[in-house]
């Protein structure tokens, strides 16, 4: 069984900084795309930042220029470095994957979820 788990989410005043991790665990064959989704209340979940396995990104335009994501793929793990945020960053984040678990078709992977609130 494929778990994906997150962790770095907390309070941070304006301006501040967090990085979220998420590692992938189990019966994996090989991960495709990783990436970051976020969920504020009352509003659609929003794709942040993809990254392909080989190394290529993208990120919403929202949080360019200040957020950075990185793999390590020997750790099958992503992670998003959020710099200057704003209070408008406030949302659950959410690590997503697109793998192939052993003995399996590729599918769509997601992490159970990670509260950041931008706050002073």
């Known amino acids: 069984q494929v778990q994906l788990v997150e962790s770095g989410g907390g309070l941070v005043q304006p301006g501040g900084s967090l990085r979220l991790s998420c590692a992938a665990s189990g019966s994996i064959f090989s991960i495709n795309a990783m990436g970051w989704y976020r969920q504020a209340p009352g509003k659609q979940r929003e794709l942040v930042a993809v990254?392909?396995?080989?190394?290529?990104?993208n990120y919403t335009d929202s949080v360019k220029g200040r957020f950075t994501i990185s793999r390590d793929n020997a750790k099958n793990t992503v992670y998003l470095q959020m710099n200057s945020l704003k209070p408008e960053d406030t949302a659950v984040y959410y690590c997503?994957?697109?793998?192939?678990?052993?003995?399996?078709?590729?599918?769509?992977?997601w992490g159970q979820g990670t509260q950041v609130t931008v706050s002073s």
């Open positions: 990254i392909t396995s080989g190394g290529s990104t």
């Open positions: 997503h994957a697109v793998l192939t678990a052993r003995g399996k078709a590729t599918n769509d992977y």
